[in-house]
């Protein structure tokens, strides 16, 4: 790899570091479910080469950000934050087991329950007024 690839690398590493650091509540929540969402494609790709180290890699970041995402949930701030502390709980557990047996249809299941969240917090983002959600997050 030439010097200004690695250059370039380091500089796009930098941004996306401060484009995370720098993002309000409700921004970083969609953040985090883009990433985790993107972590259990990939790894039901790599699954599919027969990539058992990338999987798990891949597995073990989706289980950092649910548990990111668990640890900073007040559950009892607003209607509906115990089922949705559950959820996280239930998705933690699917994941775990999905890198255990490497079984592509667990690995789907965890895809299933993402993207119905991700979808809220994108709409939820996206409403004007909604910015009062970071209050309920911090």
Known sequence: ?????????????????????????????????????????????????????????????????????????????????QNLLGLYELLLTELLDANLTKDLSKIQRCGQIVAPLREAWRRAVAVPGTADVRAQLD
């Open 1 to 81: 790899m030439s010097t200004t690839q690695d250059t370039g690398q380091h500089a796009a590493s930098r941004y996306q570091s401060q484009a995370v650091q720098t993002a309000p509540g409700p921004q970083l929540l969609v953040m985090l479910f883009d990433r985790l969402a993107a972590d259990i494609e990939i790894a039901e790709r790599a699954l599919a080469d027969n990539d058992l180290h990338a999987t798990n890699e891949r597995l073990q970041h989706a289980q950092q950000i649910v548990r990111v995402l668990r640890h900073s949930l007040q559950p009892d701030g607003f209607e509906g934050g």
